[in-house]
């Protein structure tokens, strides 16, 4: 019950209580948004669906900078690092918090998504699946790099730099039909990607891709943060 009103303080009703500090966090996602649909001359669908795995994805990769600010700045994993339930509660509550605090925007592109597209339930339903792992997979990762760089304002920088590699270079943004047929395969590879090009072409076969990728990369994800979370000091 802890976690969930501490990640309800500093995530969702801090969102709501600072808008401003939510826009200029996730300011990217909305300027291509806005551009990409101001060229378009109508709100660009496939650049709502990468506003929404972009924002996950920055804000499960933000927990590096939490995590190695907590660690290496206050010292807080000191007074619960050795006891494994609030070791526990410390990282369930980091990630409620990097999840709930974007959400006021989610819920926004979510529904200009449903207005503009009209999904098929089934179909939204996968995309939440997989945009949750994506966002459990960069949480992960996320926490890999707060353990393995020391200085403690450096990791926001790597992960600010990672997050925006994986989302504007993979076809988040911009329609599939502009890559190679064989780079469309390459781009199932990427967490991030994987999510857009089954919205965008949404065949069976590209969902059982798209599940898999995700599915994957969540369970490496969970391998290394399993091997490396007790050397966080």
Known sequence: MSRVAFSYYYGLK???????????LY????????????IEGRLNDIAL???IVSTLTLSGFSSAGDFSYLTRVIKF??????????????????????LLFPLPLVLI????????????LATLMVVLVEVFMLYLTSSNLGLFMAIKISWAYRAREVFFILASVITLLP???????????YMVFVSMFLPTSAITVFYQIGTPIVLEM????ELAWLLVSLLIVSKYIKYIH
Do not use: K, Q
Request: no cysteine.
């Open 49 to 51: 669906m990468g506003s």
């Open 14 to 24: 801090f969102s709501i209580r600072h808008p401003l500090t939510l826009i200029s």
């Open 109 to 120: 592109y979510a529904s200009l998504l449903l207005i503009t597209v009209r999904l098929p």
């Open 210 to 213: 798209s599940l898999i990728s």
């Open 171 to 181: 076809p988040v943004y911009y329609s599939v039909e502009l890559l190679p047929h």
């Open 77 to 98: 994993t000191d007074m619960v690092w050795f006891d494994e339930t609030a070791r526990r509660n410390y990282i369930i509550s980091i990630y409620l918090t990097n």
């Open 27 to 38: 300011f990217d996602s909305l300027a291509i948004l806005f551009i990409l649909s101001v």
